[in-house]
């Protein structure tokens, strides 16, 4: 779950840091394949029993909230190719 965090942030710093909005979009759209990734793992804490649902509901709302912006900052980068 670490590993997916930090990559999640590390793409979309290297994204940032391409001089092209394509390159961003791409970094952002790996970004949020790590974010699948860590709301897959955090699925199986929970069935797994290693988090108890409140832990649960409280991360996977921040997740959500957290794709919610990257889709949107992705799709403001996307336009701005257009």
Do not use: W
């Not at 710093?13 to 979009?25: F, K, L, Q, T």
């Not at 959500?64 to 996307?78: D, F, H, N, P």
């Amino acid at each position: 779950m670490r590993r997916c965090s930090v990559s999640i942030a590390s793409n979309i710093a290297e994204g940032a840091a391409r001089n092209s909005s394509v390159d961003y979009a791409r970094f952002l759209t790996i970004a949020l394949s790590s974010l699948s990734e860590l709301d897959t793992q955090l699925e199986l804490c929970l069935r797994l029993k290693y988090c108890n649902p409140s832990e649960h509901k409280r991360i996977d709302d921040e997740l959500a909230s957290i794709t919610g912006m990257l889709v949107a900052l992705r799709r403001k980068i996307r336009q701005t190719t257009n």
